[in-house]
């Protein structure tokens, strides 16, 4: 009724909502990125700056101008803001320049050392100069992955019985454990082969169950921490219920929560494993190297895929550290495919 | 109307349970058992600490204060203390400068890093991107070393020497001989990088944590996106960045091959971060390691026990900062 003494107009407005952000349109971010562009190409034409890299700097630097005098048209606040968005996002990408350039020479440099016998043959009769079709690493290969199966039988037991302590049992001690599990996550890889050293290889040999323990220590606590926060995720209503029905404690970890967190826990021992899969400091001191292919774990070293790329890098010739590239690459691939696992895991654990 | 009659258990039937507060045998045993998995860890902590004091213990006995203000390493005949010195001043020095100029280095890229992935993007940008930086953070450290030395170095040394060519009378910029290869400068770097992801995962997650109806009200009140990160996110974060920092502080001086490839050790206490010379005391370990004998080894261990306790102040107090910031929010 009151609508008919309105002017008619005013039922066609639509109303503004300012405080969401506007799309951009194509012109209003094509023309910064162009004008950007064309002076950080005269710059690195005229100056010193030089390459891909002086031209990302040239490209930053304009890039700050020209959003600052772009902001200017409307006012000093909207110039700063622009200013600031452009140095964040210059923070977030200039970092991705080395990590690009890392994965790029890894895969780029390593691929001209692999070849089908790089994962058969070991380096017992090749030396690290002869041509790159000859040996390889099988024995490193062979040997991380025994090291990293015997220190995952001693840390992922003792990660998630931690992580029970701290979200089930509830004792006294958890704080205390939390804060240990936190201080041992802080501890360097290089004390942590020392530790091993002292109290095992000291006494008996280097030994890949040596390098394992000293692995050991160190996925400890990533285990520990990251599946507590897998446990306690899971509902305390479950628990209840459990509790309700008569089971008693240890069936209802066993056979409630442990089932519930299963897929998470899966994801905690992957990241343990990718955390010191790379790890070269405390296998110097504990499994060493060696270059024949063995399966012995104990009373001799044992080789690893990052104290084979140490060993080649040592060497330093160009065929050795076209190996070293080489077995950064097949480091780099298997710690990547245990990430993915562990995210793939981890996704069915949210459902 | 109908009246629920409940039958009464026959003698055959199910025993009626017995409904107590008291834990039953089983149950105090699994307890019992994880209690002890649990301290463990803690046994393991004491026992690193110990241990390493133990065989130290001699080094320290003969050098005592001296083992930390002294820069000389000298095995002497190799086979008793008799003519040795052992001190870990010029290493330690070189540790704390190569760590701290990697956090300030590494500082704007984390702020970016936290602000950009929390309040610049949308969710599922978000998510593939933490995604790729968790990736990052995973790439060993002899990559980080080999990429250090082969392929950055060759381009930082450049830059090292324009530094020196424009800033050379700043004296920690002064070289006295013109080699800029294998720098603390370089090591730095590389490090700076290495803790970039370590750092930003703990600074964004106490970012995201910030107070959502202030931020709100920043933007009600007229404020650019930049006001409101300025007036509410980052004085929120302040603790969280310097926790997060700290952490990566803690890692970069426990950090060993990444070092050792790309740092020229040299024994003597230098505050030149542009020249080739530098020390660190866990790439001192490892390069002494393989040609010590018993008594060097000591004096390792001792080297070792001095570095683990400084990170365990380092990352002790780094969460603690932490656990206060995420309190305060909850």
């Known amino acids: 009724m009151s609508n008919s003494v309105l002017p008619t107009t005013l039922h066609n407005v639509k109303p503004e909502k300012p405080w969401i952000n506007r799309r951009q349109s194509l012109q209003e971010v094509a023309r910064p990125v162009a004008i950007a562009t064309a002076v950080a190409t005269a710059i690195v034409l005229l100056t010193g700056l030089a390459g891909p890299l002086g031209f990302y700097v040239a490209f930053v630097l304009s890039f700050i101008v020209v959003s600052f005098v772009d902001g200017m048209r409307h006012d000093k606040v909207k110039a700063i803001d622009k200013v600031m968005t452009t140095l964040v996002t210059a923070g977030f990408a200039s970092a991705f320049i080395p990590w690009a350039s890392i994965l790029l020479t890894v895969f780029k440099r390593g691929a001209s050392a692999i070849y089908f016998g790089f994962f058969t043959n070991d380096m017992s009769i090749t030396a690290a100069d002869d041509e790159l079709g000859m040996g390889g690493l099988s024995h490193a290969l062979v040997g991380s992955l025994l090291i990293l199966l015997m220190a995952s039988l001693v840390a992922i037991p003792f990660g998630i019985i931690t992580a029970v302590y701290i979200t089930e049992i509830k004792g006294r001690f958890s704080g205390v454990v939390r804060v240990v599990v936190q201080s041992m996550s802080g501890v360097p890889s290089v004390v942590a082969g020392l530790f091993i050293y002292a109290i095992v290889v000291s006494r008996f040999s280097f030994s890949g169950l040596a390098g394992a323990l000293a692995l050991a220590i160190l996925m400890l606590p990533t285990v520990a921490r990251t599946s507590e926060e897998v446990l306690k995720l899971v509902p305390e209503d479950l628990r209840s219920s459990a509790y309700a029905l008569g089971a008693s404690q240890t069936a209802t970890t066993f056979r409630i929560v442990l089932p519930t967190a299963r897929s998470g826990l899966i994801t905690a021992s992957m990241l343990g494993l990718a955390r010191v899969a790379g790890e070269t400091a405390p296998l110097i001191l504990t499994a060493y190297y060696t270059a024949i292919y063995s399966l012995k774990v104990t009373g001799q070293p044992l080789a690893s895929l990052p104290m084979y790329i140490f060993q080649n890098f040592s060497t330093g010739t160009d065929t050795a550290l076209t190996r070293a590239w080489g077995g950064a690459a097949v480091l780099l691939s298997f710690i990547f495919i245990l990430f993915i696992f562990a995210r793939i895991a981890g996704r069915g654990s949210r459902k | ?330």
């Open chain 2, 1 to 330: 109307m109908s009246t629920v009659t409940v039958e009464k258990p026959t003698d055959d039937g199910p025993v009626r349970r017995v409904i107590t507060t008291q834990r039953n045998a089983s149950d105090k045993r699994f307890r019992r058992v994880v209690t002890a998995g649990a301290l463990s860890t803690f046994l393991v902590l004491a026992l690193i600490a110990s241990f390493l004091f133990y065989r130290g213990f001699e080094i320290f006995k003969e050098f005592g204060f001296g083992f930390l203000t002294t820069s000389t390493w000298d095995s002497g005949s190799g086979d008793s203390l008799e003519g040795a010195s052992y001190g870990v001043a010029a290493m330690l020095v070189g540790s704390i400068i190569v760590a701290t100029m990697a956090m300030i280095m590494a500082l704007p890229f984390v702020i970016g890093t936290s602000l950009f992935l929390e309040y610049y993007i949308g969710k599922k940008l978000r998510t593939a991107l933490v995604a790729i930086l968790d990736l990052m953070a995973a790439i060993p450290s002899i990559i980080y070393g080999l990429w250090g030395y082969l392929v950055l170095m060759p381009n930082a040394a450049g830059w090292a020497e324009s530094i020196n060519k424009y800033f050379g009378w700043i004296p920690i910029f002064k070289v006295d001989v013109e080699n800029f290869d294998a720098s603390p400068f370089i090591s730095a770097l590389v490090l700076g990088l290495m803790i970039i992801p370590i750092a930003s995962s703990v600074t964004r997650e106490v970012y995201s944590r910030a107070p959502q109806d202030q931020i709100s009200a920043a933007y009600a009140l007229g404020g650019s996106r930049w006001g409101a990160l300025k007036a509410v996110v980052l004085p929120f974060g302040k603790s969280g960045l310097i926790g997060g920092m700290l952490l990566g502080l803690g890692r970069a001086l426990g950090e060993t091959v990444a070092v050792l490839l790309t740092l020229n050790l040299v024994f003597e206490v230098k505050f030149q971060v542009l020249a080739s010379a530098g020390g660190n005391v866990a790439s001192l370990i490892a390069s002494r390691f393989g040609e010590a004998g018993p008594f060097e080894v000591k004096a390792l261990m001792a080297a070792g026990l001095v570095l683990f306790l400084l990170t365990l102040v380092v990352n002790f107090g780094a969460s603690i900062i932490v656990s206060r910031t995420s309190k305060v929010s909850q």
